[in-house]
């Protein structure tokens, strides 16, 4: 044992740290809008949107992973969205990047634009290169959902910090285990836990972690202003998860890994993004700052007919968007008007065995010629 145990050790003994006897060792669901308020408010719980001891239990959690304070959020987009709405007034810049999540860009022309904010796109790959002058915030996304573009985020950061802008990054497709991006610069770590935070396809919620006190009070004051709170329920199904994402992480990198292998080999693929695989473009600047590479891996088929023909013939897969989630799932990025080939399929690997998988993966590969 080291003397200091790892962060996630942390966090499946912090709770039982703070107990009394008899108290519950699990978390508890604390469903109530209201709680008792006698007298004067003297900083206790009162009402739901001002707090609730179950969101708070896992904010602690998720801060042990970050190393920073956490609000949580009913989804990744408010998460993402309090931040721009706590940082950004008419007259500033947003650097965002172009390959980045859709709907970023989509809530940026249909609430910021129109309020004065100048929004610029950057390719993932460019984004250390990127003009920032005049920015008051620069997003990046990396690995890029879904195109698995990967940047510098410690450059970016150091860029950015030049030309006195803050520094966002969409930590969603590596999670806290596999990249920092607090520790390489960013001020503000967001994720949509939706995904392999909470890891069971089960339930819709996001976070934002800071170091900086004043940013953090931005965001949660926003949050309380505009009531975008995540319900006890959902914090609970998000707590749960956290308790296995560290095992589940290892078999759904490993289970990428080996699929971006195969198909890599495979004689109806045409292309193939994996950050972890030695000749991916990005693997060296992946492999400076990140410990694993997540579950996402895109490859190419010849055709819109193939990619549709693979997704259903695979035994293993959902035909389902999202990723992260414990069951292995496909889907054709064309059909949200993504730009990406007809053929482009993001696959992300679930936790079944490894053997499976391929197998499964390999056998409707063969199908197709
Ligand atoms: C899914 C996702 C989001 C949005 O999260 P929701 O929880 O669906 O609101 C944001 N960024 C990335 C990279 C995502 O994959």
């Known amino acids: 044992m080291t003397d200091t145990p790892s962060a996630i050790s942390r966090l499946l003994h912090h709770r039982s740290q703070g107990l009394s006897k008899g108290e519950a060792v699990s978390l508890p669901i604390h469903a109530t809008s209201v709680f008792h308020l006698t007298g004067e408010p003297d900083g206790s719980h009162f009402y739901g949107r001002n707090g609730n001891p179950t969101v708070e239990g896992v904010e602690a959690e998720i801060g042990i992973l970050e190393g920073a304070d956490v609000v949580c959020f009913p989804s990744g987009m408010a998460a993402i969205a309090s931040v721009f709405y706590s940082v950004l007034r008419p007259g500033d810049t947003v650097l965002v990047p172009s390959d980045g999540y859709y709907n970023v860009r989509n809530l940026l022309a249909a609430q910021f634009e129109p309020m004065g904010v100048t929004v610029r796109i950057c390719p993932t790959a460019d984004m250390a290169e990127a003009d920032m002058t005049g920015c008051r915030l620069v997003l990046v996304e990396s690995p890029s959902n879904p195109g698995l573009a990967v940047c510098d985020i410690a450059e970016v950061a150091q860029h950015a910090k030049a030309a006195g802008a803050l520094v966002m990054a969409d930590n969603t497709t590596a999670t806290p285990l596999c990249q920092q991006p ?71 990198n490993a289970n990428a890994l080996a699929v971006s292998e195969a198909v890599q080999g495979h004689k109806a693929v045409l292309a193939v993004s994996y950050p972890g695989l030695g000749n991916d473009p990005f693997h060296q600047v992946a492999r400076r700052q990140m410990s694993g590479f997540g579950p996402i891996v895109s490859f190419t088929l010849a055709s819109q007919a193939n990619a549709d023909a693979f997704i259903s013939a695979c035994p293993l897969l959902s035909p389902a968007t999202s990723f992260g989630g414990v069951h292995s799932s496909a889907e054709r990025r064309a059909r949200w008007g993504d730009a990406v080939p007809e053929g482009f399929v993001r696959f992300a690997a679930g936790i079944e065995p490894t053997a499976d998988l391929v197998a499964a993966v390999t056998q409707a590969l063969d199908a197709l010629s």
């Open 182 to 252: 607090l520790d390489l610069g960013a001020d503000f770590s967001v994720l949509s836990d939706t995904k392999a935070m909470a890891g069971h396809s089960d339930v819709l919620c996001g976070h934002v972690a800071t170091r900086d006190a004043k940013l953090f009070d931005g965001v949660k004051t926003w949050r309380r202003l505009a009531g975008a709170i995540v319900g006890p329920f959902d914090a609970y199904l998000l707590h749960r998860g956290l308790e296995t994402l560290e095992v589940r992480l290892d078999r759904m």
